[in-house]
């Protein structure tokens, strides 16, 4: 075990924050920590959700290429709070901006409804992964170097807003990883930025490899073949496939 990743300080890569927001941050508004406090209409949800399945499919698995993230599954807490950091522009995303700005979704009790709808999504069994390499590796630096923050198995943390991330797309999670890095996601924590500067190129593909292996619990993953129901008449032809699962 190579001893350079062994003295590896302790992160957590995708963690937002050591508390509900980032202290470098601009504001994301009261409106973001009342959303947080809501009670979520998942009907309302369901209905709001209907222009982000144009990006993030139905079934909200995202496409493989990792342009976009698979989100179902995720806490809704995180999804929040990267909606308010993107309409107080904090992160820098300009296809989600125009959808999350307030004449797109509305108020608080609207992202809590949206969030709390993707929260109830099945994940995809089918999710791209890395090529394979040095997982042994790639293990070993999660578990000593992010579980504290993301978990034994990339779970999240609801309270700590820290983003669940076990069956992300290998490709998005290389990308955010890199952002990271060289400051372009800037709502990431300050010392976490100065910390991953001490990976290397074939320790950060190990890691997220492995993390991109990391099966959510059968509970959490949708069937073979699973569509959403609530998008019945939604046509997928035109979407890049996802159902290749690369070993």
Known sequence: MSKKYLALPAICFLALSAGPFSANATNPTA?????????PNIDNGRELYKTC???????????????????AGQ?????IKQLADIRVRNRDNPTMFPFAMPSSLGGAQEMADVAAYIETLPMTPYNDVGPGFDLGMGE???KQECAECHGEYGEGDTKELVPL??????????????????????NADEKM?????????????????????????EEKLA????TNPDFPAYSRRSMPPIMRHRR
């Open 31 to 39: 409106e973001a920590e009342r959303a947080l406090t809501l009670t």
């Open 140 to 142: 070993h630096l999660y």
């Open 223 to 226: 069937e073979p073949n699973w």
């Open 193 to 217: 930025v100065k910390q991953i500067q001490h990976f290397g190129g074939r320790e950060i593909s190990a890691m997220m490899d492995y993390v991109s292996r990391i099966k959510p619990p």
């Open 165 to 186: 991330i076990q069956g992300q797309h290998y490709n998005y999670l290389m990308r955010q990883f890199n952002w990271i890095r060289i400051g372009k996601r800037r």
């Open 75 to 79: 806490l809704k807490g995180v999804t």
């Open 53 to 71: 399945a144009v990006c993030h499919t139905p079934e909200g698995w995202g496409t493989q290429s990792g342009y976009y993230p698979q989100i």
